[in-house]
């Protein structure tokens, strides 16, 4: 153990490193050596007790399963399954005001089920709904912010890839995790879908629908003219279009069940669901260049994660040895706090990072420090999980670094679409998931009935 002066220190070193621009391995890998020789006063020890995290790291069964997930969405995106879920669900929409932007979350939602990554579905939905909102006369802002706001969803709702990291980070049960996400995904798609009905409602002009005010005889009437119908591109009904969908769906729900029913670890469950989507994804169209390419991107993006994944297994146990965890839940409950104003400066802390560094950074320096403490402080674990995903994704929206954000506006460069302009646009879409996070902080259940559920009260 190391005293307060020393614990200062490596956590003050830690966010200079970080806060310096370099890359978060590198900061947290630094900070863990400096932890370990101060507490050991022995650089021979502090290397050996690196070789044999990295040895475990590299043999642990568990991380494939990020990859493997990243594959299956890959192949799916890539296919085109995503353009037939959004070209289904805006004709099953087409009655509705402001269907266009109903059907983009509606459809993130479905393919959060197979992406896990949110970044990808900007980038995809930029592409194939943003065309049509603006052929159908929508606000930009309005859009965009749609847009940018659903995509969240990919990070909330499982195979999430923030889940897997938390899981790895915290040993929380990944099948437990994606359960308990699935609740508070639907809820916040329904505080979407409220948002953008009350706004098509009292603003029809920004969702393309013009009230027409004329007389007849003593009464007035104002008709909507309703955004006009599809272009072919996104009309789909085919039954290739549908079958196309249909088959993706039975894909979803065949390896997220089987890892619930305890057919298959979530590891072996990703590992089918990259072979299936592959096979699908041949069956549609897909050939050995765009295969090489989305294993090179999947390679490009994974990887570096893994990495992060090792140092943040190495920085978690370097605090657990060196006390920092102890010290900073002494400093906590020393404050005289109750629980939930401890979990408020927790979250505040994460909207904070949040402007600041991306979201899979934040959890693996926070989540070693607040998962302990928020366990003696009695929360459940699952539902404080949620609650953390929630507040980091937060920072998916928040300026300056709002990642979703600007890819949206990369996704989009032929439009010259402001930066802030979709910031603005996003604004409701962070109220809303705000609003979750309260909702689980005063119903727990929103995240613990289905787990619960499916494992027991246990």
Same mark, same amino acid.
């Given at each position: 153990?190391?005293?307060?002066?020393?614990?200062?220190?490596?956590?003050?070193?830690?966010?200079?490193?970080?806060?310096?621009?370099?890359?978060?391995?590198?900061?947290?890998?630094?900070?863990?050596?400096?932890?370990?020789?101060?507490?050991?006063?022995?650089?021979?020890?502090?290397?050996?007790?690196?070789?044999?995290?990295?040895?475990?790291?590299?043999?642990?069964?568990?991380?494939?399963?990020?990859?493997?997930?990243?594959?299956?969405?890959?192949?799916?995106?890539?296919?085109?399954?995503?353009?037939?879920?959004?070209?289904?669900?805006?004709?099953?929409?087409?009655?509705?005001?402001?269907?266009? %932007?109903?059907?983009?979350?509606?459809?993130?939602?479905?393919?959060?089920?197979?992406?896990?990554?949110?970044?990808?579905?900007?980038?995809?939905?930029?592409?194939?709904?943003?065309?049509?909102?603006?052929?159908?006369?929508?606000?930009?802002?309005?859009?965009?912010?749609?847009?940018?706001?659903?995509?969240?969803?990919?990070?909330?709702?499982?195979?999430?890839?923030?889940?897997?990291?938390?899981?790895?980070?915290?040993?929380?049960?990944?099948?437990?995790?994606?359960?308990?996400?699935?609740?508070?995904?639907?809820?916040?798609?329904?505080?979407?879908?409220?948002?953008?009905?009350?706004?098509?409602?009292?603003?029809?002009?920004?969702?393309?629908?013009?009230?027409?005010?004329?007389?007849?005889?003593?009464?007035?009437?104002?008709?909507?003219?309703?955004?006009?119908?599809?272009?072919?591109?996104?009309?789909?009904?085919?039954?290739?279009?549908?079958?196309?969908?249909?088959?993706?769906?039975?894909?979803?729900?065949?390896?997220?069940?089987?890892?619930?029913? %305890?057919?298959?670890?979530?590891?072996? %469950?990703?590992?089918?669901?990259?072979?299936?989507?592959?096979?699908?994804?041949?069956?549609?169209?897909?050939?050995?260049?765009?295969?090489?390419?989305?294993?090179?991107?999947?390679?490009?993006?994974?990887?570096?994660?893994?990495?992060?994944?090792?140092?943040?297994?190495?920085?978690?146990?370097?605090?657990?040895?060196?006390?920092?965890?102890?010290?900073?839940?002494?400093?906590?409950?020393?404050?005289?706090?109750?629980?939930?104003?401890?979990?408020?400066?927790?979250?505040?802390?994460?909207?904070?990072?949040?402007?600041?560094?991306?979201?899979?950074?934040?959890?693996?320096?926070?989540?070693?420090?607040?998962?302990?403490?928020?366990?003696?402080?009695?929360?459940?674990?699952?539902?404080?999980?949620?609650?953390?995903?929630?507040?980091?994704?937060?920072?998916?929206?928040?300026?300056?670094?709002?990642?979703?954000?600007?890819?949206?506006?990369?996704?989009?460069?032929?439009?010259?679409?402001?930066?802030?302009?979709?910031?603005?646009?996003?604004?409701?879409?962070?109220?809303?998931?705000?609003?979750?996070?309260?909702?689980?902080?005063?119903?727990?259940?929103?995240?613990?009935?289905?787990?619960?559920?499916?494992?027991?009260? %246990?």
């Amino acid at each position: 153990m190391l005293d307060q002066i020393d614990l200062l220190i490596l956590l003050g070193t830690m966010l200079v490193i970080v806060f310096a621009g370099v890359h978060v391995a590198i900061a947290l890998g630094v900070t863990s050596i400096l932890g370990l020789v101060l507490m050991s006063g022995d650089l021979a020890t502090a290397r050996t007790f690196v070789a044999n995290t990295g040895y475990e790291a590299l043999r642990d069964y568990v991380l494939a399963v990020i990859p493997l997930f990243m594959l299956m969405g890959e192949f799916l995106a890539r296919c085109g399954a995503a353009r037939d879920m959004f070209a289904l669900v805006n004709r099953a929409c087409r009655c509705l005001p402001g269907r266009l %932007g109903i059907a983009t979350v509606l459809a993130n939602g479905i393919f959060a089920f197979v992406s896990g990554v949110s970044i990808a579905a900007a980038a995809t939905f930029s592409r194939i709904a943003y065309p049509e909102m603006k052929r159908a006369g929508y606000e930009p802002r309005f859009a965009v912010g749609c847009i940018a706001g659903s995509a969240v969803l990919g990070m909330l709702i499982p195979p999430s890839v923030l889940m897997i990291v938390w899981g790895v980070l915290t040993e929380t049960s990944i099948g437990g995790l994606f359960l308990a996400g699935v609740m508070p995904g639907l809820l916040l798609i329904a505080y979407y879908i409220v948002y953008i009905l009350g706004t098509a409602w009292r603003r029809p002009d920004i969702v393309g629908e013009v009230r027409v005010v004329s007389t007849v005889g003593a009464q007035q009437v104002t008709p909507l003219r309703r955004e006009p119908l599809p272009t072919a591109a996104v009309t789909d009904d085919t039954p290739s279009g549908l079958s196309g969908t249909l088959a993706v769906l039975c894909l979803v729900v065949a390896v997220l069940v089987g890892i619930w029913a %305890g057919a298959f670890t979530p590891t072996e %469950g990703a590992a089918v669901g990259a072979v299936a989507s592959l096979l699908l994804a041949v069956a549609r169209g897909l050939r050995g260049k765009e295969i090489a390419e989305v294993v090179i991107s999947v390679a490009r993006t994974s990887g570096p994660l893994l990495l992060l994944l090792f140092a943040a297994q190495l920085y978690s146990r370097t605090l657990a040895m060196t006390g920092v965890t102890n010290m900073v839940q002494s400093a906590l409950v020393g404050t005289g706090l109750g629980p939930l104003a401890i979990l408020a400066l927790m979250v505040l802390v994460w909207f904070i990072l949040g402007c600041l560094i991306d979201s899979i950074s934040i959890i693996l320096l926070t989540a070693p420090v607040f998962y302990p403490i928020a366990m003696a402080l009695g929360f459940d674990p699952l539902a404080f999980a949620i609650v953390a995903i929630l507040a980091i994704e937060t920072g998916l929206l928040t300026p300056p670094f709002g990642i979703l954000v600007f890819t949206v506006r990369a996704s989009l460069a032929s439009e010259r679409i402001p930066t802030g302009t979709i910031f603005r646009g996003a604004i409701p879409y962070w109220i809303a998931l705000l609003g979750v996070i309260v909702s689980i902080v005063a119903f727990p259940e929103v995240a613990t009935w289905l787990p619960k559920l499916a494992f027991g009260a %246990g």
